[in-house]
């Protein structure tokens, strides 16, 4: 299709850091095949907001993204540990049980079946949901070079493309090393499309505020006043910005004190262009107080509105990538009907009115990149359509609207179900990128 074509395109596989002229490593995740950005431009890592695309090399069910390791530079015999966020993008329940194998030091690839120094279990997956998986390991007793391993899926249970293991290097240094290190946060699932910010959706040529969340990944505070450059024309970044200490950036922000482990969110406020999407390039310890040299964090970047009014999407689930949608009965009959209750919000700066629903079956693996992903306004193939004209929803606000007697599809299973509010779009603020609301759902015999 061509929308998912478009949409794979922005989509790349995040990868590990590499080393640092000094010795040091970058900060990074363990494995991702989840991505949705470009490469970053800084010391050869390829780092971004991660999404929710499984990868291309086998049909996996299991798609993955983790959050930095922590911290970053593990302290001899002590512990290391990373958030996993594993999702089923197939369309069977995953039962409990799938191993996630952690190796402090091992940089030949495991076989399959082989212990880890730690090892999980997954506990079951349906489909579409994401699991949260905490991982620690005990970092090794010598100093120097190691090679974290993860293996998902080590005893290769799921069909092949399933388990599949990535590596890190990491400096282990010293008990009782101190220092700070500095990185974007993480979005967290229900954060992944799109990144906070005020107003979510802004009209060009305004301002918004971006919530930009800073970590300390080291083990000591970092200390008051270190210098984030923000650049909000990328052909305004200097070429030397990666190696040069005395630019502040288009934006300059002075940064709190840090202290290890935590996150402190600022409010940037950026102009947005005149144009689909808002980038920010973000260069941390611009003025090289914490090390040698800036560092180029994972930009961000924000869909615009063309101009003000009402924009209807849907409310994300907690620690998930899907919506709340839900359906009565719980597991509809092949070819009965049932009810779809969905909760709409209103992600723009105008009252607007909900207009039509459409609601869709995709299979389960394409619910989150559906045709209308892309293009939204007048959707085709819906199972049914309901008018709500009447029903309006304030700026900011949120309602549950109700949908009664839509078909049940004829073939039990798993599917997707995808809710398209304002299919009309009567109250088109001319978001290029606006996310369609959708979940798993299971369809059973009679």
């Known amino acids: 299709m061509a929308a998912v074509r478009a949409l794979a395109a922005l989509l790349v596989l995040g990868a590990a850091g590499a080393a640092l002229a000094d010795g040091t490593f970058e900060p ?245 262009p005149d144009s689909p999407f808002a980038d920010l390039a973000i260069f941390l310890d611009a003025a090289c107080k914490l090390a040698p040299a800036p560092f180029k964090a994972p930009g961000r970047f924000y869909s615009t509105a063309a101009k003000p009014g009402a924009v209807l999407g849907g409310v994300v689930q907690k620690g998930q990538y899907s919506y709340i949608i839900k359906t009565t009965p719980k597991k509809p009959k092949v070819n009965g009907t049932m009810t779809v209750k969905v909760k709409v919000l209103n992600l723009g700066g105008a009252d607007g009115s909900v207009g039509r629903i459409d609601i869709f079956a995709p299979p389960v693996d394409q619910a989150y990149v559906f045709e209308f992903f892309i293009n939204r306004c007048e959707p085709t193939g819906a199972i049914y359509s309901a008018n709500t004209t009447n029903l309006v929803i304030k700026a900011g606000k949120s309602k549950t609207v109700k949908i009664t007697d839509v078909p049940v599809p004829g073939k039990a299973g798993w599917l997707g179900l995808a809710v398209v509010p304002d299919a009309g779009c009567a109250n088109d603020a001319g978001v290029a990128l606006l996310p369609v609301p959708y979940i798993a759902f299971e369809v059973v015999a009679p």
Not at 39 to 57: F, I, L, N, T, Y
Not at 61 to 78: C, F, N, Q, T
Not at 163 to 176: F, I, M, N
């Open 28 to 272: 990074a995740r363990i494995v991702s095949t989840l991505s949705q950005e470009r490469r970053a431009h800084g010391a050869g890592m390829k780092a971004g907001k991660e999404g929710v695309v499984p990868s291309d090399s086998g049909p996996s069910p299991l798609a993955w993204r983790s959050d930095w390791l922590y911290p970053i530079k593990p302290e001899a015999g002590k512990k290391q540990k990373t958030t996993l966020w594993i999702t089923n993008f197939g369309d069977k329940v995953i039962p409990a049980g799938t191993l996630v194998s952690v190796w402090a030091n091992k940089t030949e690839e495991a076989k399959c079946g082989e212990t880890g120094d730690v090892d999980y279990k997954l506990p079951e997956l349906l489909p579409l949901q994401t699991k949260a998986i905490k991982l620690s390991w005990k970092a090794p007793d010598a100093t120097g070079e190691a090679t974290v391993r993860v293996f998902i899926d080590s005893a290769c249970t799921q069909p092949v493309g399933s388990y599949k293991q990535w590596s890190q290097r990491v400096a282990v240094v010293e008990a009782g090393t101190k220092y700070a290190y500095l990185q974007l946060a993480q979005d967290t699932p229900e954060n992944f499309w799109d990144p906070p910010s005020d107003p979510l959706y802004p009209v060009r040529n305004s301002t918004y505020k971006a919530e930009i969340g800073v970590v300390n990944l080291g083990t000591a505070p970092s200390e008051a006043g270190v210098k984030m450059a923000v650049y909000y024309d990328l052909e305004a970044v200097p070429d030397n910005a990666t190696t040069d200490c005395t630019y502040p950036g288009q934006i300059s922000v002075d940064l709190p004190k840090i202290n290890p482990g935590k996150v402190k969110i600022l409010a940037v406020e950026a102009p947005a």
